[in-house]
């Protein structure tokens, strides 16, 4: 039961334009959202969240979407910088135990951004 | 945010033995996870380490193959027992902030079976 999805696998976009990442869930019991970017042989990443009373979270050239009926979120960068490449998940946390945020992966998307 | 630190940061084992993978945080957090990364696949929760109690295991992962301790609040390790091919995997560490469930993740331990 894949409760976040990320249905692109790869993305392929310009230096300079608007890169679009897109993540689906399932569990409407989830209360935050994430973002990660990974690099080959690196760890990931912490990017930018955003709670799930909020639609929209803006830090520098990443923004998050959130649209909770349609259980959708995505993420924007612009512009896009060839540094950006690496490959980025969507991830969403529910209190898990009572004290403790759990973190429920996507599979990733692969961003490519050609100069 | 915390800086994670692990050993080691790969290795190629055969199978049938056991690997210990050690966890470093340069502060103390009341929070450790350990994460699996098969190729091509998601992160995939194993456990939660917590200090001075035995770890919570999601499903499909048993203490026996994947014991953990965490003795403070520094330091956690993963030993992935008995070994066989399809443990070939990221192992993770990340530790919890308090705000909105977001995790901090090591470089990782890139593990080849054998």
Same mark, same amino acid.
């Given at each position: 039961d894949q409760q976040v999805k990320q249905n692109s696998p790869s993305l392929s976009v310009q230096e300079g334009r608007i890169s679009i990442l897109n993540c689906?869930? $399932?569990?409407?019991?989830?209360? %935050?959202? +994430?973002? %990660?970017k990974k690099y080959p042989a690196e760890g990931p990443t912490f990017l930018i969240s955003i709670s799930s009373i909020k639609d929209k979270n803006e830090d520098g050239r990443f923004t998050v979407f959130l649209n909770k009926s349609a259980k959708h979120l995505s993420l924007h960068i612009v512009p896009s910088?060839? =540094?950006?490449s690496a490959v980025y998940f969507c991830a969403a946390s529910? +209190?898990?135990?009572?004290? $403790?945020?759990?973190?429920?992966? =996507? $599979?990733?998307?692969l961003l490519a951004v050609q100069p | 945010s915390a800086v994670i630190s692990q050993k080691p940061s790969r290795d190629i084992c055969q199978r049938g033995t056991?690997?210990?993978? @050690?966890? @470093?945080?340069?502060?103390q957090v009341t929070m450790m996870f350990w994460y699996r990364q098969q190729p091509g696949q998601s992160l995939t929760l194993i456990a939660t380490a917590n200090q001075g109690s035995e770890a919570t295991y999601e499903s499909g992962f048993v203490i026996d193959k994947f014991p953990?301790?965490?003795?403070?609040?520094?330091?956690?390790?993963?030993?992935?027992s008995n070994m066989s091919p399809e443990d070939s995997s990221i192992y993770l560490c990340s530790v919890g902030d308090?705000?909105?469930g977001t995790q901090y993740f090591g470089p990782g331990t890139r593990l080849l079976v054998l």
């Open positions: 689906d869930y $399932t569990n409407s019991m989830f209360d %935050y959202f +994430l973002w %990660y910088q060839p =540094g950006d529910v +209190l898990y135990g009572g004290a $403790t945020n759990k973190l429920i992966f =996507g $599979t990733g998307t | 056991s690997l210990t993978i @050690q966890c @470093q945080v340069d502060s953990i301790s965490r003795p403070n609040l520094t330091f956690s390790t993963l030993t992935v308090s705000v909105g």
